[in-house]
């Protein structure tokens, strides 16, 4: 049994990469699941929503869900103690999911599977890089006035009605002490620096491969073929097509630059 963990940030391709895995056999939650969120991602999110519900949670209670300020240091144990507290939902969560090879993603889970890696069988991770300005003027466009009803109603499917109230007065709080920061490209820069950073020196001593964005759609082949590689996949010729025809360069929001994938076959 391997379970499979795609760490990244927000806005770096990880619904492509999701979306790979699942056509090569990795189960990544259930189909109706998968298909959520086609206002950010045509062809879905990918992400097994049960998970993000309970990762959100964690991260609320932990003060790191609107609290993007927050997010550079774990110091005052908040995270800790907020995964602790959710201990139950995620030993349900993973005994209920296992299977040969699974796996999950979601954006922001850096921040909390220091705290709950140990649930995990066999945990390969796989790591999306995008560089980071690419993900700031990717996360300003999904950050655009009218893709809030669809995030708000999205959001608040994950807590409980007394949980949305606070939910709702938290971000107001935020909002006019700290403004929008996650509309600052300077400091949505910054954050995935860091996270990059607290990314890379949590792999060190774990099994992981790391994959650019560019290069998954520009040597689309060699991508899949790393993959199946590093997991030990057994996929079908079928599987490897359908996979191989899902990497679309129109599902990535925000223009890959042409300079990174020339940089990348050098």
Do not use: C
Not at 13 to 21: E, K, P, V
Not at 129 to 145: F, P, T, Y
Not at 190 to 209: G, M, P, S, Y
């Amino acid at each position: 049994m391997k379970t499979v963990v795609i760490l990244t940030q927000p806005r770096s391709g990880s619904s492509l990469l999701a979306g790979i895995l699942h056509h090569m056999g990795v189960y990544m939650g259930e189909e109706k699941e998968l298909q959520r969120g086609e206002y950010k991602n045509k062809l879905g999110s990918y992400e097994d929503h049960r998970f993000l519900a309970i990762n959100h949670n964690i991260l609320f209670k932990a003060e790191r869900l609107m609290g993007y300020h927050n997010r550079f240091s774990d110091e005052d144990g908040k995270v800790e103690a907020a995964v602790k507290e959710y201990m139950k939902e995620l030993e349900e969560y993973v005994k209920e999911n296992e299977k040969k090879f699974w796996g999950f993603k979601e954006a922001v889970v850096i921040y909390t599977i220091p705290y709950f890696e140990h649930l995990l069988k066999d945990p390969h991770y796989i790591v999306l890089h995008r560089d980071a300005e690419s993900v700031a003027n990717s996360q300003i466009r999904a950050g655009k006035l009218r893709n809030w009803p669809h995030e708000i109603k999205s959001e608040f499917s994950y807590f409980t009605p007394k949980l949305r109230f606070k939910l709702f007065l938290r971000t107001m709080k935020t909002t006019f002490t700290k403004g929008f920061v996650y509309r600052k490209k300077s400091f949505i820069v910054k954050l995935t620096l860091d996270a990059q950073e607290r990314i890379k020196q949590f792999v060190k001593t774990r099994k992981h491969i790391v994959i650019e964005l560019p290069e998954i759609i520009a040597k689309s082949e060699e991508s899949v073929g790393k993959i199946i590689k590093f997991l030990d996949l057994k996929p079908t010729k079928e599987q490897i097509k359908n996979a191989l025809d899902f990497i679309r360069p129109e599902l990535i929001t925000s223009e890959i630059k042409k300079k990174d994938v020339k940089e990348d076959d050098n």
